[in-house]
């Protein structure tokens, strides 16, 4: 049969479909190139190399099951002769699929092992073991492989193996509902090469390319109205401002900031906006930088992960910042966003008709405009002269500026007066014999004028030359449509921070230019999408700052071009391009510094070609050694992640006051994959907003912390390896299972050295340094004339884990003042936060509640921090039971690993009763000032000691309270600034050389600039 002809074969081949040309074609790119037969390739050699003819077909399974392994045979014509009548499956069964017993395969080869499907999920990222832990927080104590995990139970418990793959959606679309089947596995097997899809939206599911993008992309996480920075690049742009800052002041979205950086303006713009954008933050520079290292410096201070850029001469519509974030909302594919960009004014069509040869000079024509902007419809066009066409007609667009006079003087060779018609919008308007003008009468003209588009997303126009999409059309409609394009423009646009990975918004050394030509290309490579968002409007005034078509114009054009052009097409193929570009300018310096006919304009670009032609040099070294964003960051990117910042605990405390210490030196992001109120959170512990920044991602993965110099995760029993330079771990208790990869990349900070012997017993030896949390001191001067027969317990309402065991307080208070019924006049408050939105949690506080009915006890549900502080003040006594009952050496994880709200309570002279274990036995260490209990009858007994103290002798109650004070101390700013400056000595150092200035040419990096920022 190996020698069977093709052609007796191909009739019923294509009768019984098991040949399909288009599958084949779409695995076999290579065949399709080869210019051969497909049908006659796979019969000569595919179905050896094991190339599927068809999607339901597979040559290795068929032939390893149904004819011993023998390569001389084809299977399809085996399947045609004997196969189809015996009922031979072609492809692995779905019994085999649905228990997992089936030999995995990758594509287009035979499997050797289980090894294969974990390489295939690990390619195509189907299966992602950090988010899986991350969605099932409950295997966090696992040892299992993530995967194994999977394969054995997660599949059947519903939990999805990534973010790109669906169980239920498969299920129902691909296998009827069969909850038998592992999705997964049957994807693997057969649905990658039935051209599956994994998900709801995913395109071309068997390239696995895209599914490697969906993976990296599709995880942004955005709340209802992000707050956005907005940022603008003032050059000496004073005669812009107004209208640009009163437009951003009637801006229709909730939540936003103007941020000015002004590159050392000389005309009065700083001193303008002080007076007149009171709302503005001005950041005020010596010298000017250049726009992108501008955009750059305005990054790294934005307080916010959006942020949007935008020139100073341009005007916005009311809805320009809402569209952008919605446009950016819509599709968790895309990075950046850019508006739809209007010239500043309407336009008119003015067309004039000679009867002969005839010529205008436009500044001439707007001698009387103030917008002098001109767009050449019809006509030779030499500088600013236009010479009529074959028709002996010129048409240009025009601002329409009503009750301006537009002055027409055609220039003729020879005596004679042309004759002229003048039509405004298509419509005849005028005859003249030679010079005329026409007012622009707003009885006339009111409604005449249109917009012009002069950006609506850029493009390539040919290969390699890039340009603005709509330039100079008439806005009607056509470029009405929410799409991704695949170049932004830098004048008005919207970008999420993280899609940066910790690089600069732009080379800073383009300065101007092409820099959001080479940041599109960046943001593409990297798997993103650029949206286009036509009802983000803005109406810009163009090249003001820069003159267009001056000679700082085109040096910056010409050296800026082979930046892109390295970045589009490589370095190599840049180096020739550079070599031809260099051949041009030496050619062009050098004719016209020597021809009689040039211009001043030309005689000055002979003088800056040189000088062009060696940043040229200059930037392909900085290129080959990647360094072209050396010198572009001002402060270091630090980030801390939490996934709880919305609860405001003890653990969000610490971690806060460890952002707050690094925000010395730079805006510290918070960093979570779940939403919260980044204002309520740093109100709730008196922290200074603009220190911080919110980021959202989700699910964060080892490469986001790429991004970062100094980077802290501070969330429990998170496994996520750090790839900073700088990797902490704020450790509050450490947890099973924790992968190597993980404990390899971080200096633990445990929180105790309770937590401290764990993370040995646990995570064997690392590298770790014992960090108390920094804690509050609550009163200033704490005296015994404010304390009252109050008894205080701190800490949130919950009943799993280590809960602060509320009910063993309250049931405890019961039976003290029952047994000595002269302190019933003493009152036990909880205070505590519930979250409301966990059934759990406030079931746990309703059964508080219940249980205190009848006592003499209050409980303060979400109290505000000034009833907190007013609780530490009245309190005499403080309690603390986390972990009572439980046993410390089975469950360590369920008491209490330091105990902040201890600290605070005896900075305010409360005398501390706690369990006597974990972290409470490191802050009350001392009998002078506290006691610790081991059962309920130590607990009571230790409480009414202190109660009678209190009432019988005040002076020494008054001494107990001045111990606790002192004692609270050693965990207080002072000392705890000092610890972390020995743990951060090496960030304190980055920070210092990061900050150095750095002499260099125009081309290499400026140095870093001290920027003063004025902050309303």
Not at 699 to 718: G, I
Not at 953 to 960: K, L
Request: glycine share 6%; hydrophobic share 40%.
């Amino acid at each position: 049969m190996a020698s069977d002809p093709l052609e007796a074969y191909r009739q019923d081949i294509e009768k019984e479909r098991l040949f399909d040309p288009a599958f084949y074609a779409s695995h076999s790119p290579d065949v399709v190139n080869a210019g051969i037969d497909l049908l006659e390739h796979f019969f000569r050699y595919g179905h050896a190399e094991g190339r599927w003819p068809t999607a339901d077909f597979d040559p290795n399974f068929y032939r390893a099951e149904h004819l011993g392994g023998d390569l001389r045979i084809n299977p399809v014509v085996h399947y045609l002769l004997e196969g189809k009548d015996a009922g031979l499956p072609t492809t692995t069964p779905i019994s085999q699929v649905q228990d997992g017993t089936a030999i995995p395969f990758s594509i287009g080869q035979e499997a050797e092992s289980a090894d294969d499907f974990a390489a295939f999920c690990k390619a195509t990222g189907v299966f992602d073991g950090d988010f899986y832990l991350s969605e099932n927080r409950d295997l966090a104590c696992c040892t299992t492989d993530p995967l194994q995990h999977f394969m054995e139970y997660g599949w059947k418990e519903g939990r999805d193996p990534s973010r790109i793959f669906s169980l239920e959606w498969y299920r129902n679309a691909h296998l009827g509902g069969d909850r038998g089947v592992n999705p997964l596995w049957h994807y693997y097997t057969q649905g990658i090469y039935s051209g599956y899809a994994p998900m709801h939206g995913a395109r071309n599911p068997s390239d696995i390319r895209c599914l490697r993008k969906l993976a990296q992309t599709a995880r942004f996480v955005y709340p209802d109205s992000p707050e956005v920075t907005i940022a603008v690049i003032n050059l000496n742009g004073e005669f812009h401002l107004q209208d640009l800052m009163a437009s951003l002041a009637e801006l229709d979205y909730p939540s936003y900031r103007v941020m000015v950086i002004d590159n050392g303006s000389t005309d009065g713009s700083v001193k303008w906006m002080h007076e007149n954008a009171p709302f503005a933050e001005i950041v005020e520079l010596d010298e000017n930088i250049g726009f992108a290292d501008a955009a750059n410096l305005a990054l790294d201070l934005a307080p916010t992960q959006l942020v949007a850029v935008l020139n100073n001469d341009m005007s916005v519509d009311k809805a320009w910042l809402r569209e952008l974030v919605d446009a950016m909302k819509s599709s968790p594919e895309r990075a950046a966003v850019t508006s739809k960009i209007l010239f500043f004014k309407p336009f008119l069509t003015l067309s004039v008709q000679g009867d002969r040869p005839f010529g205008l000079s436009v500044p001439h024509v707007l001698k009387n405009h103030d917008y002098k902007k001109f767009f050449v419809d019809h006509g030779r066009v030499m500088g600013d002269r236009i010479t009529s066409a074959e028709d002996h007609t010129i048409t240009i667009k025009i601002p329409c500026e009503l009750g301006k006079t537009i002055e027409i003087a055609p220039e003729i060779d020879g005596p004679d007066k042309p004759r002229l018609l003048i039509r405004a919008n298509g419509v005849a308007m005028h005859t003249a014999e030679g010079a005329t003008s026409i007012l622009l009468d707003p009885a006339m003209f009111e409604h005449a004028g249109r917009w012009v588009v002069n950006n609506a997303g850029s493009h390539e126009k040919s290969e390699d030359v890039i340009a603005d999409r709509g330039f100079g059309e008439y806005d009607v409609g056509q470029y009405d449509t929410d799409e991704d394009v695949r170049y932004l423009c830098g004048g008005s646009f919207l970008i999420n921070r993280t899609a940066l990975k910790g690089l600069p918004l732009f080379i800073g050394d383009l300065f101007a230019y092409y820099e959001d030509t080479e940041l599109s290309v960046r943001l593409r490579r990297d798997g993103y999408n650029i949206g286009y968002a036509p009802k983000s409007v803005v109406y810009h005034k163009h090249a003001s700052t820069s003159e267009e078509k001056s000679v700082f114009f085109q040096r910056r054009v010409e050296r800026n071009y082979s930046a892109y052009f390295a970045r589009r097409r490589g370095l190599a193929t840049t180096s020739k391009q550079i070599a031809r570009k260099k051949s041009q300018l030496n050619h062009l310096a050098n004719y016209f510094a020597s021809s009689p006919d040039s211009t001043d304009r030309e005689r000055a670009l002979s003088e800056a070609y040189p000088e062009v032609m060696a940043q040229l040099d200059d930037m392909m070294e900085a290129f080959t050694s990647g360094r072209e964003f050396h010198g572009s960051h001002r402060t270091l990117r630090m980030g801390i992640y939490n996934s709880y910042w919305a609860t405001a605990g003890g653990g969000e405390l610490h971690a806060l006051n460890v952002a707050f210490y690094l925000s010395r030196f730079g805006v510290v992001d918070l960093i979570s994959d779940a939403d919260f109120d980044l204002d309520q959170l740093v109100a709730r512990f008196r922290l200074p907003r603009e220190r911080f920044r919110k980021i959202l991602l989700y699910p964060l993965s080892p490469e986001d912390t790429a991004a970062y110099d100094v980077f802290v995760n501070s969330t429990y029993a998170s496994n996520l390896a750090s790839k900073a330079k700088h990797s902490f771990f704020i450790v509050s208790f450490p947890h099973q299972g924790a992968p190597e990869a993980m404990l390899d990349s971080y200096t633990f900070l445990p929180n105790s050295q309770f937590t401290h012997h764990w993370c040995i017993e646990m995570w064997g030896s690392r590298e770790s340094k014992l960090l108390y949390p920094m804690v509050r001191r609550v009163i200033d001067e704490p005296t015994l004339a404010d304390k009252k027969k109050v008894v205080l317990n701190v800490g949130r309402f919950f009943p799993d884990g280590h809960s602060k065991m509320q009910h063993e307080i309250v049931a405890t208070f019961r039976e003290l003042t029952s047994r000595q019924p002269d302190l019933a006049d003493w009152k036990l408050i909880c205070v505590g936060g519930v979250d409301r939105s966990r059934k759990d949690c406030l079931e746990y506080f309703d059964l508080v509640a219940e249980l205190a009915e009848g006592a003499n006890v209050e409980l303060w549900p979400n109290a505000s921090f000034d009833d907190l502080t007013d609780a530490y003040r009245d309190a005499a006594l403080y309690w603390h039971a986390t972990g009572f009952g439980k046993d410390a050496t089975r469950n360590p994880d369920e008491l209490e690993h330091f105990g902040i709200s201890t600290v605070e309570a005896m900075s305010a002279g409360c005398i501390p009763v706690v369990l006597d274990a974990a972290g409470q036995t490191e802050i009350v260490h001392d009998q002078r000032f506290g006691s610790r209990f081991r059962n309920r009858t130590e607990w009571i007994d230790e409480s009414m000691r202190w109660m009678n103290l209190f009432e019988r002798d005040p002076e020494q109650f008054a001494m107990a309270m001045n111990f606790a004070s002192k004692a609270a101390e050693r965990y207080q700013a002072e000392s705890t600034e000092h610890r972390m400056g020995v743990i951060f000595s090496e960030v304190a150092k980055a920070d210092a050389e990061l900050k150095r200035h750095r002499g260099s040419t125009e081309f290499t990096t400026q140095g870093f600039w001290r920027s003063r920022i004025l902050y309303r």
